[in-house]
């Protein structure tokens, strides 16, 4: 390093579907959840499925605020399911996507995307939850997503989430469950903007679903059999490290990845102002 030169940032990225604190053995807790993302040591974390207010199934919790205070994280939250209460007093009903981090969080968004409606199955709404964080003086955007299982809803969702996220001037990283392998064709469509982290560094067979977990009282064995939990990022990132983690606190195992800011550099507060507008 030559001068004044700055040291590239380095983060450590956690993407992790964590089923509103449901793990593997129907029991709802959320201090296991918070003690395997502790444990991971990552400091920018992007979670799915999580409740806030939400229903008895989660003792109507504000699980944002809880995780926030538990970690002592900055928190961002997007939520894509909202239900005004039988009393008016009480807050919305929610259910949606996370943001946690060490670092500042300087803009919050997210980004309903367009259902394609089933007259059988899943028809939840879907989002795109976007952040800038400043990293150590830099600017990165950070988008979280949950999307559906049908192809057609999948299909429009990754065009709209390219065309939302080739917006933003800062490195870019894309996280979420996607709820398709890496072979489908419209996951492989993200190709043209984002490098998958798994495959970049050999590991394109770590799967994410179910969790491993044996049911003592059927003797059901289940195993990971599928990766469709990922971490993107664009060409400003270099990864240096992937992994899954070996849990069952939820049906999704986490995954993580060490991550050096390559390209990233120092930007005003004016910078970030017209990014803001942008949006």
Not at 45 to 71: G, P
Not at 151 to 169: F, G, H, M, N, P
Request: charged share 20%; proline share 5%; aromatic share 8%.
């Amino acid at each position: 390093m030559h001068g004044n030169q700055k040291k590239a940032p380095i983060v450590k990225v956690m993407s992790f579907n964590i089923a509103h604190g449901l793990g593997m053995d129907g029991v709802v807790d959320l201090e296991r959840t918070a003690g395997v993302i502790e444990e991971s040591c990552a400091n920018i974390i992007a979670l799915q499925e999580v409740d806030r207010y939400f229903s008895a199934r989660s003792s109507f919790v504000d699980q944002v605020e809880w995780l926030s205070k538990r970690l002592g994280m900055h928190a961002a939250y997007g939520a894509n399911m909202s239900f005004a209460p039988e009393d008016s007093e009480r807050p919305n009903h929610q259910y949606g996507n996370v943001i946690l981090s060490n670092y500042p969080i300087k803009y919050v968004e997210n980004h309903l995307l367009t259902q394609v409606p089933c007259p059988f199955g899943n028809n939840e709404q879907r989002g795109l939850l976007e952040t800038i964080i400043e990293v150590e003086g830099s600017y990165l955007s950070v988008f979280n997503t949950h999307l559906a299982l049908k192809d057609e809803e999948l299909a429009v969702s990754v065009d709209e989430i390219l065309t939302l996220t080739e917006k933003s001037r800062f490195p870019q990283i894309l996280v979420g469950d996607f709820n398709a392998p890496p072979s489908n064709g419209y996951m492989q469509k993200l190709n043209s903007q984002f490098n998958d982290a798994f495959l970049t560094m050999k590991r394109g067979d770590a799967y994410t679903y179910p969790s491993p977990y044996t049911n003592k009282e059927t003797a059901e064995i289940l195993s990971p059999a599928i990766r469709i939990d990922y971490i993107f990022s664009d060409s400003a990132i270099d990864v240096v490290q992937v992994a899954v983690i070996e849990t069952a606190v939820s049906d999704h195992m986490p995954i993580v990845a060490d991550m050096v800011l390559t390209g990233a550099t120092v930007h005003s507060k004016d910078g970030l102002q017209k990014e803001r507008a942008k949006v």
